[in-house]
């Protein structure tokens, strides 16, 4: 192993090394670990494929890596905004990871903000080599409504943009309730809502105007119950 090489993959080990990382920032963190001098794009690419070969490098997609040199591999959901910028960590996926969700999926789903003088992202299922990820829109009003606090898991346990339980539902209840998504409410049978920080919710879903539509999921109606019971 030529001396670059070592000293590469020792900066891609260190805690602080980016958990997803293009070729790019590859090139750059091989000029540097070359003394500035620039790697040949040949030879980079050779050491890529080696890295990739030895699973120390996890392709997402062409040109597009989970870095897993580092004791704390990076996580699929790491890689949501690199393949939709502004991208957040939401629905199923906060849900399920927070055991909220007795039925959680395996497909990353995330939220993209919608800016009504910008084109619109790309939304929908995208398939890469780490799994299937599902893009969803919401007006940037909506998907930032409520003091960050509420709405972002602001610690060091991830290392991209997730939205807390509580938001993830409020989004959930948002897109059921659009006439532009077709997503369903979600199946109280299948939530575990005293996991959630009630006041938290609350606050989320007034400022994101779903007060309504959460108050029916916490709330069973009267035809709810009297179904409940025949089934019982």
């Keep these: 192993m030529k001396p670059w090489q070592l000293h590469l993959q020792r900066a891609l080990a260190r805690t602080d090394a980016p958990p997803v990382l293009t070729r790019d920032l590859l090139s750059r963190f091989a000029r540097t670990a070359r003394d500035g001098e620039l790697v040949p794009p040949s ?3 050779h050491w890529i494929r080696g890295a990739v070969a030895e699973e120390r490098l996890r392709p997402v997609q062409r040109g597009l890596y989970l870095n897993a040199f580092r004791a704390r591999p990076g996580h699929p ?3 949501a905004a690199w393949l939709r910028p502004e991208a ?3 629905l199923n996926t906060v849900l399920g990871d927070a055991g909220v969700l007795n039925n959680p999926v ?3 789903m995330a939220v993209v903000p919608m800016d009504a003088a910008a084109p619109p992202p790309k939304l929908g299922r995208q398939t890469t080599r780490i799994g299937m990820f599902q893009f969803h829109g919401i007006p940037r009003r909506i998907l ?3 003091n960050p606090e509420d709405r972002l898991e602001l610690g060091d346990t991830w290392e991209h ?3 807390t339980p509580e938001k993830a539902l409020i989004d959930w209840l948002y897109l059921a ?3 532009h998504s077709r997503r369903t409410p979600p199946p109280r049978d299948d939530l575990d809502l005293d996991l959630l920080d009630r006041p938290r919710l609350q606050r989320l879903a007034q400022a994101a105007g779903v007060s309504d539509s959460l108050n ?3 709330i069973p109606t009267a035809a709810d119950s009297t179904v409940q019971a025949y089934s019982g």
């Design 43 to 45: 030879s980079l690419t």
């Design 77 to 79: 959901a790491d890689a």
């Design 88 to 90: 957040v960590v939401s």
């Design 106 to 108: 395996r497909t990353t």
């Design 144 to 146: 930032e409504a409520g």
């Design 161 to 163: 943009a997730r939205a």
């Design 177 to 179: 309730a659009s006439p």
């Design 216 to 218: 029916h999921l916490l």
